[in-house]
């Protein structure tokens, strides 16, 4: 078992930056890969970005491309979402996800076997 809990989340104004954190605790040796996923409100659960955990290897949503970034840090089991130019429609629940077997991919949330409690990301104008 993997446990995943997010952090960082806040109410920020639009063009700025946060950072969120997603620490993994329990069995995270068996990780694949680590994925990030929101969810604004009347809206279904969308792709954000993934990474590999024990290779090299980042995937975007179109959305946010250019505008935020995945990066790990393995030493402390950690996965970043660093989240720059943030705008009103970045608005969401922001899910840490993990992959630890089976079927993957980077941006279909149904092969991610974990899943953290979720933060809340308000960006206002």
């Known amino acids: 078992q993997v446990h995943l809990v997010e952090s960082g989340g806040g109410s920020v104004q639009a063009d700025d930056s946060l950072r969120l954190s997603c620490t993994a605790s329990?069995?995270?040796?068996?990780?694949?890969?680590l994925g990030w996923f929101r969810q604004a409100p009347g809206r279904e659960r969308e792709f954000v970005a993934a990474i590999y955990w024990s290779r090299s290897g980042t995937f975007y949503a179109d959305s946010v491309k250019g505008r935020f970034t995945i990066a790990k840090d393995e030493t402390k089991n950690v996965v970043y979402l660093e989240m720059n130019n943030l705008e009103p429609a970045d608005t969401a629940v922001y899910y840490c996800a993990g992959h630890a077997g089976g079927f993957y991919y980077y941006s279909a949330s149904q092969t991610y076997n974990y899943w953290g409690q979720g933060t809340q990301v308000t960006v206002s104008t």
């Open positions: 329990g069995e995270a040796y068996d990780l694949y890969a």
